[in-house]
């Protein structure tokens, strides 16, 4: 590791040690940055600054423009708000040039990001705040009542979307221009993107400098060989690192334009391509199921790559996908420990129903019973390469980390040709619709009902979602087991936690498979 440019070093002092971190591999030429190197000013101050960086219903912004918006906001945390380099700044708002700038502006400023989806809850967003000692927030004003509700953090400041009416956007009118990004190393913490694990407690997932531009030069460049004409848009926050990639990163490594929308449903992205002539497109496989019904008469012409990622691609939907549209998906599997994709395929070298063979600066395997690599058959996948797990403080990087190799939880099926196909999870993560839910959280939000007295979430399968959470529910006694008490714990359940998460369906039931010892066995439930 090199030396640091921060100066609160808590997330440093925090890092799991050399022996428990993966093995890095940078075999490529283009993934060997400079010791000093900062991943805000690459991404929007190299560029020409009269192109188009940024495009919404809003409005448009040039590089040029979001370089001096995301210096002000950078010289507003430095000299007005006393962000130091190494300071957590919490982001929270929909995509979009503002909150989009201000993650530009901490990483000038020194700071480490930690975006968070506005769907989350008070409580969720307290365990964050908590756990990545947060100091300092920019909140979009439509989602701050649910952040103060999590108790709030030193210095707040909030905007309001993309409009310019702001509190923050007034004070960025009296910011001198300019700032002189903190020099940061290439290993510098960047930013702590937050995960749920099948314990349901978030996992912080650390990335440097380096990270970011790694999974441009890697995934991006080799795979979809992106360029300073394309339009990118992606249903996903830039709180998952798929979207901060697919909308954010890969568009400004490569002097394109991001095209944000802020409630990206099916609908809006279908509104989006024709509008703004989208030629990248990435979203989950539920999305480009639903966006089949929609394309009679949608104007599609502008659209050149699709990216599919967060679940896995069913070969039924690639082909529909393609005899619509004329276009072949790229399938894709990252994680949020990885920074971004590390096993995909485009063009000819894709065949349907397989994730892909490992990216250019990965290497991937599946791992024995014994966590010895084979070269073909079955396993849990591995993976090695420029990026990797480093959990925030977290005893659960021994169980990812496994003899320098990264292991995703994931089952797949390695042929002899270096095609990866997936067959299952291997722990209780549940994934539906491309986002992963952890059983135990949505127990512990129904365990929080008093009509609860005991229940167990499983994934099921769902032919729209992929999996659907599946709860079974023993009540308490005098509480009817009905349509209505359905209704009441799904509604209690998300306003608990973030509302995708709640169980699609609940299955009353006098008991639960346990064990002598009382542990849960969630085999049984599945198998029924």
Same mark, same amino acid.
């Given at each position: 590791?090199?030396?640091?440019? /921060? ?37 929007? *101050?190299?560029?020409?600054? &009269? ?67 506005? !769907? ?8 964050? !705040? ?32 993309? &409009? ?44 440097? /400098? ?14 979809? +060989?992106?360029g300073p004409a394309d339009r990118w ?37 279908? *509104?989006?391509?024709?509008? /703004? ?7 989950a496989p539920t999305a480009y199921k ?5 394309? *009679? ?14 679940? /896995? ?21 990252g994680g949020t420990e990885m920074m ?35 070269? &073909? ?30 292991? &995703? ?77 359905? +209704? ?21 039931? *006098? ?7 009382? +542990? ?9």
């Amino acid at each position: 590791m090199t030396g640091t440019a /921060h100066v609160d070093t808590f997330v440093r002092d925090r890092l799991p040690s050399a022996g428990q971190q993966p093995e890095f591999l940078f075999t490529l030429p283009e993934l060997h940055y400079p010791d000093r190197l900062n991943a805000a000013v690459e991404l929007i *101050d190299r560029q020409d600054s &009269t192109a188009l960086a940024l495009l919404n219903d809003a409005g448009r912004w040039t590089y040029g423009e979001m370089a001096d918006l995301s210096d002000r906001i950078a010289r507003l945390l430095v000299e007005e708000e006393g962000l130091v380099p190494g300071g957590r700044v919490l982001l929270r708002g929909p995509n979009g040039a503002m909150l989009f700038a201000c993650w530009l502006g901490v990483l000038k400023a020194g700071g480490v990001v930690v975006a968070t989806m506005p !769907l989350l809850r008070p409580g969720e967003i307290a365990t964050i !705040l908590d756990r990545a000692r947060i100091s300092h927030a920019i909140v979009d004003s439509r989602t701050v009542a649910d952040f103060e509700a999590a108790g709030g953090v030193g210095s707040l400041l909030t905007y309001d979307g993309d &409009t310019g009416t702001g509190a923050l956007e007034r004070r960025l009118k009296h910011v001198a221009p300019g700032f002189a990004a903190c020099d940061t190393f290439r290993d510098d913490v960047a930013l702590i993107a937050f995960t749920s694990g099948t314990t349901g407690n978030p996992k912080g997932c650390i990335h440097f /400098h380096r990270d970011i531009l790694a999974s441009a030069d890697s995934f991006a460049r080799h795979v979809l +060989k992106p360029g300073p004409a394309d339009r990118w848009a992606c249903s996903a926050p830039i709180a998952f690192t798929f979207g901060l990639g697919m909308q954010l990163i890969f568009p400004w490594r490569f002097g394109g334009t991001a095209v944000t929308i802020e409630a990206p449903g099916p609908g809006a992205l279908v *509104d989006a391509i024709a509008r /703004h002539k989208v030629t990248v497109l990435a979203t989950a496989p539920t999305a480009y199921k639903a966006m089949l019904g929609m394309l *009679d008469g949608a104007d599609m012409s502008s659209l050149a790559t699709c990216v599919s990622a967060g679940e /896995h691609l069913p070969a039924a939907i690639w082909e529909a996908w393609r005899a619509a549209t004329g276009i072949r998906i790229v399938d894709g599997i990252g994680g949020t420990e990885m920074m971004h994709i590390f096993i995909s395929a485009s063009g000819d070298d894709i065949r349907p129903g397989s994730t892909g063979k490992a990216v250019s600066g990965y290497v991937a395997c599946v791992l024995d019973e014994e966590n010895k690599p084979l070269e &073909t058959g079955t396993g849990r996948l591995a993976i090695k390469g420029p990026t990797g797990c480093r959990y925030l403080d977290d005893p659960r990087q021994a169980a990812y980390v496994v003899d320098g190799w990264n292991v &995703t939880g994931d089952t797949y099926r390695a042929d002899e040709d270096g095609y990866f196909w997936y067959l299952a999870r291997s722990d209780d993560m549940i994934v539906s619709s491309g986002y992963n839910i952890a059983a135990p959280e949505v127990e512990n939000a129904l365990l929080a009902h008093p009509a609860v007295q005991d229940c167990a979430v499983i994934g099921a399968p769902c032919p729209q979602r992929g999996q659907k959470v599946k709860a079974f529910v023993v009540l308490a006694p005098g509480y009817a087991a009905d349509a209505a008490m359905v +209704k009441i714990l799904q509604d209690h359940a998300k306003a608990t936690i973030a509302p995708y998460k709640y169980p699609r369906e609940i299955v009353f039931a *006098d008991t639960l498979p346990k064990t002598a010892t009382g +542990k849960l066995q969630r085999f049984a439930l599945r198998d029924l």
